[in-house]
């Protein structure tokens, strides 16, 4: 099967987005000299490298299957989704560590008003970009795109946080709220990148579809089935934006191939009617021969141990 095509656009927005809002950063630093503002700057630079290598790794993952990878390529956004998430983690520790910095020695701030205007205007496209990022990632299941939409998020609570810290020295005279937000503000990018970090690795290590998909799965299976059949030894995966379910089919012995063979394809179409994108393997078994029926194997998968496996 054809893997389906994501599109590339909103991740050439974000490239295009984070060359912009870089100048806008520094200039907003240069004016104000705030640490905020300047460990904002720097997001935006990480933001560029996780954009390049998203448009990558969504190129590559839309190659069809070859000899060398029977199974597509999707698998690469995982590695990227891992990839944006520890620079964040780098950003957000970047971040900490230089507004700890500036608190122990910090620097007079100047043109506030200047600065906050190209950082609000900053905020503004990131937001735009993250909104159309996040909306398409959710809408074909693309952790990649989804990935750089919550790197931008990151980024837009960055500089609001940035923004109410210079709001708060504005009010008090006290310099050195600027590098306490700041450093609160890398501190929440750093568990936002280890939250994408430990779902890449969910999906490099072949985790199951979520609870809910599964239910769907069985019910729809056990919808399809006639009296007397039954199955078991349901397994999924996701793989980019692409789903898979394995499972044992199991039906009477004295069925011939093609009458096994025709109910596993209804099967297959009523889950791909209720699934879109999902794709079907099955193993056909005789439903009366105690071999179909593995216990251990069963109970690996967490299987309840019934004459009717559901």
Known sequence: MTPPTLPRWPVA??????VLTIGMKAAAYAATGSAGLLADALESVVNLLAAVTAYLSLWYAAKPADPGHTYGHEKIEY?????????IVLA????????TRRLVHP?????????????????GVNLAVARVLLYY??????????????????????????LAGLGLVALTGYAELDSVVAAAVGLHITWTGVGLVRRSFDGLMDHALPAADQEVIRRVIGEALPPGAAFHALRTRQAGSRRFAEFHLLV???WSVREAHLLAHRVA???AAAVPGLEVVTHVEPV???????WEYLKQLGEPEGPDGR
């Not at 620097?107 to 905020?123: F, H, K, N, S, Y």
């Not at 990935?147 to 946080?161: C, I, K, N, P, S």
């Not at 009366?288 to 593995?294: C, H, Q, R």
């Open 288 to 294: 009366d021969e105690g071999g179909s029926w593995e």
């Open 13 to 18: 927005l974000s490239v295009a987005a984070a």
């Open 269 to 271: 179409d009523a889950l």
């Open 92 to 99: 957000g520790a970047g971040t900490a560590a230089f507004a």
């Open 252 to 254: 009477d012995g004295d």
């Open 79 to 87: 590695f990227s989704s891992g990839l944006e998430g520890v620079l």
């Open 137 to 162: 990632g959710r809408k074909t299941r693309s952790i990649v795109l989804e990935a750089d939409g919550e790197h931008l998020m990151a980024d837009v609570w960055t500089t609001g946080g940035v």
């Open 107 to 123: 620097e007079p701030l100047r043109d506030l008003e200047v600065g906050t205007l190209i950082a609000v205007a900053a905020a």
